[in-house]
């Protein structure tokens, strides 16, 4: 199926069983080698590698073996399948090679800026300029291919479930809430502006109410935010919701798509989801998102570090800690580490304490002077240190304090070789606040977003304690990375004007950004819920990387341009003054 | 699989074999109707509709009965499933009813504005407006299921092909060459702009630089136009590329792709698609993308009709007919409206002759005063009409006549009932010339594009007359409708910069626009081609429509405006502020 007028076989292709065919090869200039009078010529195309032999017996093959290949020149030979001498048991078509009989230059190619391997020479920048180049590396194309196999496998298990994917529109209507817009001015409608979506959150609730019952998209959103190392400003979601469901319908419906993922497209059996509430992933991790890859469990010590002499631990408002299995031996210099590590500006504590619980039996600790050997034993008896272990303890404000440790033992678990890149740990945390209070702005703000419900349980409280109320949201987390996550809406006009009241929008500003929304609140909308999965990142998950860019085909740089194509750039007088803006001067 | 929490069944599911099952349903009411004591309600969901009957026994069943139901309110509703007295043979659940137990309103809701039904009492406007509700009726729902459905049948049956789905980048680099962009002004770099993509044309050639070799993506694409009627400023794409390829493999893989889809989506047997050169489309139907679902080919006449008494053929460049088989029998009245049809200044003729083959054998014509019964003999003739048929005579410029008759025949087609919306006549329109002559801009302009690539053979001819040279170009199409088109690229720098040169660029210009894609064209370009399907019209082919919007989840109107969200719109001060753009004055 992969024959063509140009090739009867790819160059991943022919085998032993192929000796004595005919063929026709078209493919890329992987490597020359010259032996003898011969010309040996490692010829490479999406598919694989085959190897060539030129013996130069005719004029044309002499010449272009003895000085006319380059790397990366594209070839289209004829030639015979004939067994390989020495085989090359560790490519697929390693038994075979090919005697080649005419051979044309389909192309010339420089150089390259940079080789084309899978350990290429290139850095970062070239690679990105000359994207198309890194693009032929195997590495680069297995995770492109990694992806498209993941979007098909996500597109066959919904649409077996009744999920239709309908396309919802990019030209769309700037929000001031949340994140930065993207905006097109409109030439028909001079003054006014489009906006593209940052998430197709109001059309998919539109569509429940039209009736459609389940939805599905993997659809590309925008959002202009000073970028940081993993963040696009063009990124894209699998997008889902679904009608006449409760929570409970939404978890089971798409940890079932994670594990067909896992299943089909790594042959990985993932065990049924656990849950954790938010409360708890704070208490136990410090972390909305935990790794639970390894245990290494928070272990509040309030009930036995207060009222000794250690004035740190008197002062706290909590003292917690963890236990770093078989860590005893840590000489003073990973201490000291681990010490600098938790103080770092990003991570924020102001000391580390540490009680090593020796093989021998024996408590050595930065606090022996606070605290008695039995006092230490202590520790270990409510830590479940055994010996071997090493116990690290911060002390603080609660919130600081569960934030650092939550560094610390992600730091631990990594040094300890806990946090396998090809061990995937999936779990959901639900039961998330409703609301958060954004000191700064002196009002509440929704966690999740405006459109999510309370707890139907919890809505007495929206008046007298909004802070405790809880959200039929939840989180999908895999190895510590928040791969997506979403919540059963509000479908009642009063409930969310109550919501935008809370969230400090005037029944103005309500009605202008949001009024076709609850227009359609009124019109019969049903129950219903969603959420939403990063597909660069869940992509990149599943390919063992730490960064989304090697699984994106043309990704932006940390300032937002595309340094291939120069993007983005000036453009004419002419076409501003068709969309009736000038530009300011700085 | 479609059982939820809030549902055991749809109301699309239930037969005469569930008799006597307790079952839960939710749905919309789409009828009331009372009859002695008891209340029927068709409920409505995605799948089907299932009548309700309360008897009214208890109290909440009898209130809601009496006065509490409304069309649009969402139910649910616990009963018992049972045999139907009248049975209903036109739906699927017409032998079964549910004897409601308990109802539960979900949600409330207004009258709607308009009849959610089939045939609709709104119009046009109003169904933009609440969309949402449009979208509750079967035939808007069914649009979007079939479109659903040709995408995962595009999808499978590419990837079966080894193609691969690689998503390009929405927000890339505005090009002065072709139609107006849509830009989006970068806050992070003042004063600069990404365009969004008109296609993504030179993504997918570097695409195939980089070694992909088989490249799709259902896409948004976008257009910043004056709208007409079936376009909209974002549309979808099918877009495909290959390397390693001629016209012939791509002809046949995308046949071979609208074959399946009609097979697997409309249980249609499509035959092998037929071929026909540009040059024969306009000599024999006056247009590139003829109607072949009917014959009624040009016929020319020039050789029988000069020089004989009648004026305006001697002077006519071009004297062409038609014979529409079947129509003598059309009145006077019949033939003032074709006449008064090709005066329209869309159609352009300046009048029209006709000969009648009477069914008696006579020969009746407008101008009779100049041919005798013998010459209009030959006429017939030469146009293979016999007793019965009209033949219909334009004369005139050559281009100008053939645009107008290709107008005529198809409006005869029309009118003879040739043109069935459910028979598909597919075929391929080859050999489409490279370049055509601007006369307003006194320039050669790309027919497809800039990257299209001549035919080897009249390459030689660039220079002497490039009018006459042939591309490497094609257009599928379905009905009389340009369903989509692609060629072979160029993949040689020399060749490309000529091109650039032949149609007005500077080198400087095509360096700033196209640089990227000629520098990549030095590093081993394989020979590729492509093409590109127009989604949103391909759809609308299949579901026997004309025009696009109602295959369209959220379509804009024709100044593109979405009405519903009311979109475009003013931005905030302080928006444009951080973007470093102001407004001009009217």
């Not at 990003?346 to 090593?356: F, M, R």
């Not at 603080?396 to 061990?423: H, V």
Request: charged letters at 30%; hydrophobic letters at 35%.
């Amino acid at each position: 199926m992969l024959r063509t007028h140009l090739r009867t076989h790819t160059c991943g292709e022919l085998r032993l069983s192929d000796n004595g065919r005919l063929v026709t090869l078209c493919g890329w200039v992987q490597k020359i080698r010259r032996l003898g009078g011969a010309t040996f010529i490692d010829l490479r195309d999406r598919y694989g590698i085959t190897q060539l032999v030129f013996h130069g017996e005719d004029r044309e093959n002499r010449i272009l073996g003895e000085e006319g290949f380059h790397r990366e020149m594209v070839l289209k030979i004829d030639g015979k399948v004939i067994e390989r001498e020495n085989k090359n048991k560790k490519i697929s078509t390693g038994e075979i090679e090919i005697q080649v009989s005419i051979v044309k230059v389909l192309n010339e190619s420089k150089t390259p800026p940079f080789t084309i391997e899978d350990e290429t020479d290139g850095g970062d920048d070239i690679r990105m300029k000359y994207r198309y180049l890194d693009l032929r590396r195997n590495p680069v194309r297995k995770n492109l291919e990694l992806r498209h196999r993941m979007a098909i496998e996500t597109r066959n298990y919904l649409d077996k479930l009744n999920f239709l994917e309908v396309e919802t529109p990019i030209l769309i209507k700037s929000t001031p809430e949340g994140a930065r817009d993207f905006v097109v001015p409109s030439r028909m409608n001079p003054g006014e502006f489009y906006a593209l979506p940052q998430s197709p959150q109001t059309f998919k609730q539109l569509l429940m109410i039209g009736g459609f019952d389940r939805y599905y998209q993997i659809v590309k959103c925008f959002r202009d935010e000073d970028l940081r190392a993993d963040r696009q400003p063009e990124f894209t979601q699998i997008d889902c919701e679904m009608a006449f469901v409760e929570q409970e319908d939404i978890l089971q419906t798409f940890e079932g798509l994670v594990r067909h993922l896992f299943k089909t497209v790594k042959s990985i059996d993932i065990p049924t989801l656990s849950r954790m509430t938010y409360a708890d992933a704070m208490k136990f991790y410090g972390n909305d998102k935990p790794d639970i890859r390894f245990e290494m469990k928070f272990v509040e010590l309030n009930n036995i570090v207060k009222g000794k002499e250690f004035k740190v631990f008197n002062d706290a408002q909590l003292v917690v800690g963890i236990c770093a299995k078989g860590a005893a031996e840590y000489s003073r210099k990973q201490l000291d580490e681990l010490t600098e590590f938790v103080k770092r500006p990003q991570v924020g504590a102001t000391g580390l304490v540490y009680i090593k619980y020796n093989s021998d039996g024996s408590l050595k600790s930065s606090v022996d002077k606070f605290f008695s050997t039995e006092q230490l034993k202590e520790f270990a008896l409510q830590m479940q240190a055994e010996s071997g272990d090493l116990m690290l303890i911060l002390a603080g404000e609660k919130n600081k304090t569960r934030k650092a440790l939550s560094e610390l033992r992600l730091e631990m678990g990594t040094r300890l070789g806990l946090r396998d890149k090809n061990t995937f740990a999936c779990h959901w945390v639900i039961d998330f606040p409703l609301l958060e209070y954004n000191e700064e702005l002196n009002r509440w703000h929704a966690m999740h977003h405006p459109f999510t419900s309370p707890k139907p349980e919890d809505i007495a409280l929206l008046d007298s304690n909004p802070g405790i109320v809880r959200a039929n949201a939840y989180d999908m987390v895999i190895n510590g990375v928040e791969v997506g996550g979403g919540s059963i809406r509000i479908f009642n006009k009063q409930l969310q004007a109550r919501m935008f009241e809370l969230l400090g929008f005037t029944k103005e500003d309500a009605q202008a950004q949001f009024g076709f929304l609850m227009n359609a609140f009124e019109f019969g909308a049903p129950p219903h819920g969603g959420l939403a999965l990063g597909f660069d990142r869940l992509c990149s998950l599943f390919g063992g990387a730490d960064v989304i860019r090697d699984f994106i085909a043309f990704p932006k740089n940390n300032s937002g341009r595309d340094v291939m194509i120069d993007s983005p750039s000036p453009i004419a007088q002419e076409q501003l003054n068709e969309l009736g803006i000038g530009l300011k001067k700085k």
